[in-house]
C-alpha cells in the first residue's frame, strides 16, 4: 500500500468522510432565497447542517444515520458537473465509468456497487433527484442543473425512499423557484477548448406562484487521441433545459417540473496496456491497411488508443421527464404524493476489438428506459409527539429494451485465418507459408483440413480420417473454405423486460425518553419481471460447423481436438453463435420484507450515540447477452432463458455510531459498520461477453470518521477518511478473500475554503480539496494473470494516488458579479480508471484512463 502518510497520520484525529457544507437551516430559507449564485463572502457555513432525505428536515448530528451532505456551493468550488465527481468530496463513495458513460457507470457505497455495462441489472446505488427516482446510474450523468445540496445516504435504504436499494442512496435536491424576482449567468472557458455557459431566471408570477427556467450548454474536445486519424475521443458535447414552476398557499404546494437533456459524444477510449500473443498478428493485419494496431509504448499516461478506420465511439443520449410533487398539511397530518415520468434513449457506436483491426464492431446498439413512478405518503406526530410516523406506498412502471447489434468487421477472417497460421506454423515466424487457415483469406495459405488429416502434424489424424473415410461426401468439407463472415453478425439481438415494482413502507421514530430514541421501519416489496428475447445472428462460418450446416462434420472434428478450442471460438464467438437463435420468453416475481431498528442516545445535548440494524434487498433479473446463453457446440446443455436469469441480492447491515457536536468551530463523528451480503450480483467480462456471477457471501466492513473545523466565520476546513475490507467470502470464487475492484482500503479527503472580505465591496474566495487513494485492483477478476506494463508494474492495478483541485476568484457588488480561476487535478495525475481482457485477444489488457488537468475561467453575474 502507497499511500500518503503524513495527511493520514496528521489527520487521523479528526478525519471524515468529506461532510458537507452547511445549508440553509429550514426548508423555508431555502423556498425564499433566490438562490441562483453563491455567496462566497457570507458565512454560508456557519448554520446547522440540515438532512432532508429522513422526510423530517432534521439537523445531521441528530440524525441516527450514516450520512453525508455536500452543499451546492461545495460542488461549486470542487468544479463537480456531474454525479461521478461527488467522489472527490465523500471517500466512502467510488464512481467509475467503463466501456460506456451511459451505461457503463458505477457507484458504489463501502464498496458495494453494481458493475457492468449492462441494464440488466439494478443499481445498488439509487439515485433519486428531488424525490424521483432515476433507475440506473446513466440516468443521473446528464449535467447538473443549479443543486442545493447532494445527501448520500450510506448503507441500505427503502423505509424512507420510494425505491429500495441495497448498499445506499444519493439524493439531489435542485434549486427551486422563488418568490424573488433574480437571475444568474456564468461563461467558464479553459484547455482542450472547454466551454461551458449556464443561464436562469426565476420569479413570481402572483402571490402564490413562481416559475423557473435554467439552461446549460457545455462542449470540450477528447483527452485520448486516435493514432489512426484525427479524431479525439471522450469530448463533452451536451446541453440541458429545465423548467419549474411551484404553487404555494397556507396548507398546499405543488412543484412542477420538466427537463430536457441532450449528448452527442465519443466515449468511451481504452488503451492497451500489455502485449498477448495475438498482438503481431493485429499488428501485421492492421498495417496490410496503413494503420496501427496498437500504440508501441504502452504507456496510458500518453492516452493513445488505435481505432479502426471508419468505424465510430459516438454515443448519442436523449433524455427528458416530468414530475410533480404534492404537498397538503391536513392539521397535524401530512400528505406527499410524487408523480414522474422520464424517457431515456441511448445510442452508441464502438469499436469492439479496441484496435486499429478490423475485426468487429457495434453499430447502433440502443437502450432505451421508460419509467413511471408513484410514491405516497402520510407522515405526523402522536402520543404528545413521542411518536413521528411516517407510511407510504411505492409502484414502479417499466419498460427497458435493448437492442445489441455486434457485426463482424472487413478483417474477421483474416484474423482467424492468421492466428491459425500463426498455431500451425513455426513460432518465430506466424505468417510462413507453412501455416494453415480457414477461410482462406491470406493468399498462399492451405486449407485447415489438411492439418487434422496430416498425420505428420496431428496425432489423431488416423481418427480424422477414418471418420472421413466412413461418411460419404464429407472429404469435400475439409477441402472447402468456411464461408466468409465479413459484414455478418447480429441483425438485432432485441431484448424487452418489464419491470413492475410494487412496496409498502413505515418509518417511526419513538421519542421513549427525553434522551433515548427508538427508530423502526418496515418494507414489503413485491417484484415482477418479464423478458421476451428476439436474438437473430448470422455467422456463416459458425453455421457451416454446427449439427446440419455445410461443414457439420468438419465441426465435429474441430470439436474433437481441445488444443483448437481457442479457434473455434474464435469462429463461434458466444456473442454471435447462431446456435442461440430464436424467441426467448420468461417472468419471475419477488417478494422480501426489509426493515430498519435503530436505537440513539443523546449522551448530552452535543453528543449522539447510536447503532441499529437494517435489512436491504435489490431484485434480481435477467442478464441481456446471448453470451450468457449455455452452448451445445461446446459441451453445454444449449440455450435456455434460466442462463440468462440471475437472483436478489440481500445484505444484513449492523451500524453504530458516534456524533459530536460541541461547537461551531468543531464537529466530529465516527461510524463503524459491517455489512452481510448473500447472492451478491457481480457482472464480470470475461474476455467476449458480460456474465453474471452471485456469490454466497460478501462482507463489508469498516470504520468512517468526518470532522469541520471553523476557527473563524469565513474559513473551514472538512476532512474525511474511510477504512473499507470489502472481500469476497465464497470458496467456489476465484478470487475468494480478495479486496473487491476499485475498492482502495484507505481514502482520504480534504477541502478548505475561505471567504474573506477584502473591502466592503470586494470580496475572495481561495478552495482546495483534494482526494488521497490506496492501492487498488482495476479489473472484475483480480486472479488473472497479467504481465507488467512497460514500466514492470502490474497494467491494471492502481498504486495510491491523490487527486488535488483549487479554485480562487474575486466577487463584487455583494457577489453579484465574480470571476473565477480553477485548475482540477492540479499535479496531472495519471490512474486507471477500470481496466479489462481485449476481447479474442489473449494476453492483451486494456484500461479506460482518467482525465488529465484540466484549468480555465468563469466570469458569472447575477441579480
Sequence with gaps: MRIVHGLLASAAFIVAPAAAFAQDTAQEQQEDTVGVAPDAGADSYGDDIIVTATRRNQIAQDVPIAVTVVGGEQLENAGVVDIRGVRQLTPSLQ???GQSSATGVVLSIRGIGTAGDNPGFEPAVGVFVDGVFRARAGLALAELPPVDRVEVLRGPQGTLFGRNTSAGALSITTKGPAFTLGGYGEVTYGNYDNIEVKAGV????????????????????????????????????????????????????????GDYYKTDENCCGAIQVTNGQTTPAVQFLASLGGNVGYPTDLDPSKRRMAISPNRAFTEKVEEYGASGEINYDFGGVKLTSITAYRDWKALRDQDIDFSGLDRAYREDYKTTLRDITQEIRL??????DRLDWLV????????????DTIRFGTQADQYVDALLAGATANPANPFAPNGYS?????????????????????????????????????????????PSNVGAGQNNDDYTVDTNAFAIFTHNIVQLTDQLSLTLGLRFNHETKSINANLNAV????SALLPGGSSSVFGAVLASQPSLDGIRLLICNPTVNPEFNGVYNGDRSENEFTGT???AFKITPDVLLYGGYDRGFKSGGYNLDRGTFDSAYFGGNGAQISDLEFGAEKVNAYEIGLKTNFSRAFTFNVTGFYQDFSGYQSLRFEGSSFVVRQFKEVISKGVELESIIRPVSNFIVQLGYTYLDAKINDPLAPDNGQQLTNQPRHVLTGGLTWTPRLTDSVGALVHVDFRQNSDSNTINDPTIPIPGNALGAPATTNDGYGIANARVGLNFADNRFGVEAFVENIFNTYYNITSF?????????AVYPSPPRFYGIKVRASF
Design 379 to 384: 407522515q405526523g406526530k402522536a402520543l404528545n
Design 438 to 482: 480457414l477461410f482462406g483469406s491470406l493468399p498462399g495459405r492451405p486449407f485447415f483440413g489438411t492439418y487434422l488429416t496430416n498425420p505428420f502434424v496431428n496425432p489423431s489424424a488416423a481418427l480424422v480420417n477414418g471418420l472421413i473415410a466412413s461418411i460419404p461426401g464429407s472429404a469435400a468439407q475439409f477441402a472447402t473454405p468456411l
Design 202 to 257: 426565476t420569479g413570481p408570477i402572483s402571490q402564490t406562484f413562481a416559475v423557473r427556467l435554467d439552461g446549460g450548454y457545455h462542449k470540450r474536445d477528447g483527452y485520448i487521441q486516435d493514432v489512426n486519424s484525427d479524431r479525439s475521443i471522450n469530448n463533452l458535447d451536451r446541453y440541458f433545459v429545465r423548467a419549474q414552476g411551484l404553487y404555494e398557499n397556507e396548507n398546499l404546494s405543488v412543484r412542477l417540473i
Design 95 to 97: 464512481a467509475t465509468t
Design 837 to 845: 481482457p481485449v476481447p479474442e485477444q489473449t494476453g492483451t489488457f
Design 539 to 542: 455467422n456463416p462460418g459458425c
Design 597 to 599: 431498528a435503530k436505537l
Design 392 to 403: 407510504g406506498g411505492f409502484y414502479l412502471n417499466e419498460k427497458m429494451t435493448l437492442r
